[in-house]
């Protein structure tokens, strides 16, 4: 697998938007988007499958929205509606599995990392 390189993470009040990139080399089942705060697990937030299946986290449904481009390399998340408790730092990732329409959720079926952006929301 290739290469994750992140940006559009930063700073937002909360209501605010933000949307994170991330260019993807090489092929992949599943890209998705995690994010960890210090002290916890890392957690799933939203993947989208090969044939566009995308999945999400019941804390960002329908405030959050995880796309790509037509040439499958770059994955985007727009965040909308973001909250306090949306600060982390988020992550890309991509793995090879995940079915045409529906793709993986959990973290170790993500096999290729980005370094991760920082994402803070100020109340």
């Known amino acids: 697998q290739g290469r994750l390189v992140e940006s559009g993470g930063g700073l937002a009040q909360a209501g605010e938007s933000l949307r994170l990139s991330c260019l993807v080399s090489?092929?992949?089942?599943?890209m998705g988007w995690f994010r960890q705060v210090p002290g916890k697990e890392r957690e799933f937030v939203a993947a989208?499958?090969?044939?566009?299946?995308?999945a999400y986290v019941d804390s960002v449904k329908g405030r959050f929205t995880i796309s790509r481009d037509s040439a499958k390399t770059t994955v985007y998340l727009q965040m909308n509606s973001l909250k306090p408790e949306d600060t982390a730092v988020y992550y890309c990732?991509?793995?090879?599995?995940?079915?045409?329409?529906?793709?993986?959720?959990?973290?170790?079926?993500?096999?290729?990392w980005g370094q991760g952006t920082q994402v803070t929301v100020s109340s």
């Open positions: 090489g092929r992949a089942h599943s």
């Open positions: 990732a991509v793995g090879v599995f995940g079915s045409w329409d529906a793709p993986a959720t959990d973290l170790d079926s993500f096999d290729t």
């Open positions: 989208i499958s090969e044939g566009g299946g995308t």
